[in-house]
């Protein structure tokens, strides 16, 4: 019988190939242990906790009162119906007095709906 060489036969070439692959995965380092070591090691460590700056921070009063501050520029329909299912009658009437002088051609509109917020008010 003649031997013949892997490079002579590539479906014995193959067949070697095909055979070797629990070798090669063998040979391969274990990167699941690996990583086991990483998070031991991380756990291991003295836990310290992380502390922010107080210095970096605004005082959360200030916070508060920068929360509830109102902009006069910012008006809107919306606002002005959001004070009125409040009962906050005076600023939605306010708001929609100024609506009017922004879109005058929306004015009898919001006069009809000031109208509307006086009778709510001393139906009260």
Request: aromatic content about 8%.
């Amino acid at each position: 019988m003649q031997s013949r060489t892997t490079a002579e036969d590539p479906q014995l070439r193959l067949r070697l190939q095909i055979a070797g692959w629990p070798e090669i995965l063998l040979a391969r380092p274990d990167t699941a242990r690996s990583e086991a070591d990483v998070i031991d090691r991380f756990l291991s460590r003295e836990f310290r906790r992380i502390v922010p700056d107080p210095a970096s921070f605004p005082a959360g009063e200030d916070l508060a009162r920068e929360s509830v501050r109102e902009d006069p520029e910012l008006i809107s329909e919306e606002l002005a119906d959001i004070y009125a299912r409040q009962g906050l009658y005076a600023k939605a009437k306010e708001i929609y007095a100024r609506l009017s002088l922004l879109y005058p051609e929306k004015s009898v509109y919001f006069a009809e709906i000031i109208a509307g917020l006086d009778t709510k008010k001393s139906g009260k």
